[in-house]
């Protein structure tokens, strides 16, 4: 299995519509999480850390499932602007660097 | 404030020759890191510093690549006898502290090799 897994996608949405990401990791160590966005030759961007209790921010909401050991990624009512590719990133044994999946792509059309 | 910065933003060079790429992180951010990012594949992990401690050259794929940083300020990244496979974006990133900390990253290097 590897690290951390994400389905590439592409997700093909309209405007206003609601998409979720899951994204699945191997070592149940794991304590920090994060979903990050890169929008096409560009860098990745923090779009927001994933807690425990899960968290919201405006229209994106992170949950975290440590029995199942996955992350998600829920967006409501989709923009033109949110076409992008979704990066979730994982630390992995302690001291060492985030472990990031290889990303799913979404496209909003209108 | 400031964020990551990277130069140049984009280099071409001659299959052979050696490469240096150079990374300033946010200030105060101890931790810094180096990944390659090949045309529409994910990032590749390369190398970690952090703070005093040794660095974590797992990732570096050859013994042509090396990186050095100085205390917690700029990192160098080189490559030695560039091949075509080497062409690629190489990302940095820093973070205030290790790895469990969120990374923020600079623009990226757009590595050519002809």
């Known amino acids: 299995r590897k690290e951390v897994e994400q389905d590439p996608g592409p997700f093909n949405v309209p405007e206003g519509a609601t998409v979720a990401f899951n994204c699945t990791y191997s070592n149940s160590a794991s304590q920090s999480f994060f979903w990050y966005r890169q929008d096409c030759r560009k860098e990745p961007k923090l779009l927001m850390s994933v807690y425990s209790s899960g968290n919201e921010d405006g229209r994106f909401t992170a949950q975290l499932n440590r029995a199942s050991q996955y992350i998600s990624l829920l967006i409501r009512d989709s923009k033109l602007s949110d076409s992008a590719t979704y990066l979730c990133?994982?630390?992995?044994?302690?001291?060492?660097?985030?472990?990031f999946g290889k990303g799913t792509t979404l496209s909003v059309s209108s | 404030g400031a964020g990551v910065s990277q130069s140049p933003s984009n280099k071409v060079t001659e299959k052979g020759k050696d490469v240096e790429l150079r990374c300033d992180p946010i200030?105060?951010?101890?931790?810094l890191y180096w990944y390659r990012q090949r045309l529409g594949q994910g990032l590749e992990f390369l190398i970690y510093?952090?703070?005093?401690?040794?660095?974590?050259k797992s990732g570096l794929p050859s013994d042509r690549f090396s990186a050095e940083r100085t205390g917690e300020s700029v990192s160098t990244l080189t490559i030695q006898r560039t091949q075509q496979e080497d062409s690629a974006v190489y990302l940095c990133a820093s973070s205030s502290a290790g790895g469990a900390y969120e990374q923020y990253f600079g623009p990226g290097t757009r590595l050519t090799v002809t």
């Open positions: 510093f952090q703070g005093n401690s040794a660095p974590d």
């Open positions: 990133a994982v630390n992995g044994q302690a001291g060492t660097a985030l472990i």
């Open positions: 200030s105060g951010h101890t931790a």
